[in-house]
């Protein structure tokens, strides 16, 4: 299982980026996929989950903490087997890498454990 992220940089605050998650090995469709963020020396966050559920139609539910539910969109392709994490006012607290996470099925709000994790991708809000 491979998880690549990519979209990340540097943007002023107030911008916007999308930043994708792609597998090869494993299928997102009925496991739950996640973005996390850290800084060096803080603990990872959770910034968004997603689950789909389906075979020629699918159902997504999403999970965004109240705090960056405003500005930050989570979605699936599945399809492409890509999952995006749209950021919007970026704020110079935004800044941290960027990974995508993905589980074997499904755990009670997309918060149990991630089995496969991608190398992550710089975020810098300036």
């Known amino acids: 299982v491979q998880l690549v992220e990519s979209g990340g940089g540097s943007v002023q605050a107030g911008g916007s980026l999308r930043l994708s998650c792609t597998a090869s090995?494993?299928?997102?469709?009925?496991?739950?996929v996640g973005w996390f963020r850290q800084v060096p020396g803080k603990e990872r966050e959770r910034v968004a989950r997603?689950?789909?559920?389906?075979?020629?139609?699918?159902?997504?539910?999403?999970y965004i903490p109240d705090s960056l539910k405003d500005r930050f969109t989570i979605s699936q392709d599945n399809a492409m087997n890509t999952v995006y994490l749209q950021m919007n006012s970026l704020k110079p607290e935004d800044s941290a890498m960027y990974y995508c996470?993905?589980?074997?099925?499904?755990?009670?709000?997309?918060?149990?454990?991630?089995?496969?994790w991608g190398q992550g991708t710089q975020v810098t809000v300036s």
């Open positions: 997603i689950y789909s559920r389906g075979r020629s139609s699918y159902t997504y539910t999403t």
């Open positions: 996470a993905a589980s074997d099925g499904y755990t009670t709000d997309c918060k149990g454990t991630y089995n496969y």
């Open positions: 090995g494993y299928t997102f469709n009925e496991n739950c």
